[in-house]
């Protein structure tokens, strides 16, 4: 009927397929095209500007390989790390420097036991962003 909420971003910052990161609008019950509770121009501090994305591996789960996207766009040192679920580092996928541009590069599961990982994308040394992956026998 447009007349219950509709759902806001609680923050540009944060990642909107995760249904954590979503709220119920405070304002204009349920009719689109209005305003939400608040709205940025740009996210935080402009030096901090979100310059990256990575995309979720594919396939996923996967047992042999998967494919790891991630976007710049701007140059950077880029730095993609896979770690055990305790955290701990078990790989390094690449490290080096590049250009803006789209990226892939393969994740193979050889040596890898069954479980869950993750991996993270590290801009400029700072990891910026982690997602995770299974890895099926």
């Keep these: ?5 509709t759902l ?6 944060y990642d909107n397929a995760l249904g954590q990161s979503w709220k119920a609008s405070q304002n204009n019950g349920g009719t689109p095209g209005k305003r939400n509770s608040s709205t940025t121009d740009s996210v935080g501090d402009p030096q901090e500007e979100q310059l990256y994305f990575l995309h979720q591996n594919y ?6 390989s998967s494919t790891i996207g991630y976007i710049l766009l701007k140059p950077a040192h880029v730095t993609i790390e896979v770690f055990n679920a305790l955290g701990q580092p078990v790989l390094t996928l690449f490290d080096a420097d590049q250009g803006s541009g789209a990226f892939s590069i393969p994740f193979s599961a050889s040596g890898l036991a ?4 993750l991996y993270g994308l590290r801009i400029n040394g700072k990891m910026v962003v982690v997602k995770s992956a299974i890895v099926i026998e």
Excluded: M, Q, T, V
């Design 1 to 5: 009927d447009g007349k219950g909420p």
């Design 8 to 13: 806001e971003l609680i923050s540009a910052s």
């Design 59 to 64: 396939p996923n789960p996967f047992s042999a």
């Design 114 to 117: 069954s479980g869950h990982y």
